[in-house]
């Protein structure tokens, strides 16, 4: 077999790399920034959609953090600042594709369709998935890191054998990139060609430990190159940007060109949790730097600015935001009666004869003890 030429492989390694800098559409204060090459621009009526979403998701990611305080959950780890990756990543999908969240993407999760009380079972402690994955195509949210890459991975490549015309997204931070579930994926997705998109939500910080302490790399984007995958970085708190990258990332591997890794640049404005005290980590002007490029206000400056977004617009979204979380205050109010059998129900889609046993026996002793 006879050397591949340097000319040759220079054309190879450009076809994986990331673009020099993170791909932008809008600037900070909303106006157009040059058009990158290579990504068409979302339509006027997506970035309407995903404004409405976004106004949404912060509404409810504040009355989660508020619930959190009051008792109703026992944890809530805050997206704010992210909502531009959130709903991009949801609207660059089909109903039929497949969507493998962290812990931190509840707000992906409501703008998906996922009911924002089974959303917040899990951080309430009642179930470990409170929604049905199979219906919502919207795997468990995962608190271990990168273990849902794999899984994303697993499951594109079945849906590639079984010759659907269907794509796994799989969101993870930038901590999760350190694990070795990320390479182990993104090794295994460019060997089989598997349909699946990574979106590395780069939020600065793996709890507290800062990104100049994970990795070396001029940007996680350059992660995939070396395991033959498609990669490019992008500016994750412009909305029309993240959408458009993302687009291209799903058509890319829904067209049977193999995975893609999309790093989106964004910061996590709250901390990693509320029982996190981010002041020990980070200041204050570093927090109020990133406040500056705020997603959502940058997406309206930028609608206002075309003449897409009216007043009278924002308030109607502001309102419906409004009756959305008082519903959700509402039903989380109401205590839920736990019923111990339910330990039993989906440990497997056909329960084995001992889980039959085990359960019988502690209806028996639940039976015993109310007589």
Request: with cysteine; proline share 6%.
């Amino acid at each position: 077999m006879s050397p591949i030429s340097a000319t040759a492989l220079r054309r190879a390694m450009q076809s994986f790399l990331p673009s020099l800098a993170p791909v932008r559409f809008v600037a900070e204060d909303g106006t157009a920034a040059p058009e990158p090459a290579g990504y068409p621009a979302p339509d006027d009526a997506h970035l309407r959609e995903a404004y409405r979403r976004m106004v949404l998701g912060r509404r409810f990611d504040t009355q989660a953090t508020a619930l959190t305080k009051q008792g109703r959950l026992a944890v809530y780890p805050s997206s704010r600042g992210q909502e531009a990756c959130q709903i991009a990543g949801v609207l660059a999908l089909r109903e039929d594709d497949w969507l493998f969240p962290t812990y931190r993407d509840s707000v992906a999760l409501v703008s998906r369709g996922v009911d924002p009380v089974e959303v917040l079972t899990l951080l309430r402690g009642d179930w470990h998935c409170g929604y049905d994955p199979v219906a919502t195509r919207v795997a468990p949210q995962c608190t271990p890191l990168a273990t849902q890459v794999l899984h994303a991975t697993g499951m594109a490549e079945a849906m590639r054998r079984r010759g659907e015309d269907r794509v796994a997204m799989a969101f993870i931070g930038d901590g999760g990139t350190s694990e070795g579930d990320f390479h182990e994926a993104l090794n295994f997705a460019a060997v089989f060609r598997a349909p699946v998109v990574f979106f590395v939500q780069n939020n600065k910080y793996a709890i507290s430990v800062p990104l100049a302490r994970q990795s070396a790399a001029p940007a996680l984007a350059y992660k995939g190159v070396g395991y033959g995958v498609r990669s490019e970085q992008v500016d994750g708190n412009d909305l029309v940007a993240v959408l458009a990258v993302l687009t291209a990332a799903v058509a890319h591997a829904r067209a049977g060109k193999g995975p893609f890794l999309v790093e989106a640049h964004t910061y996590r404005m709250d901390a990693h949790t509320n029982a996190d005290d981010a002041t020990r980590y980070r200041d204050a002007a570093e927090v109020e730097t990133w406040r500056a490029a705020d997603p959502l206000a940058r997406l309206e400056a930028h609608l206002r600015g075309r003449g897409l977004l009216t007043d009278e617009d924002v308030a109607a979204d502001r309102d419906a935001a409004e009756a959305f979380a008082a519903d959700l205050r509402t039903r989380m109010n109401i205590d839920r009666e736990a019923d111990p059998l339910e330990l039993f129900d989906h440990v497997f889609a056909e329960p084995t004869p001992q889980l039959r046993e085990q359960r019988a026996l502690l209806a028996a002793e639940s039976a015993a003890q109310e007589a």
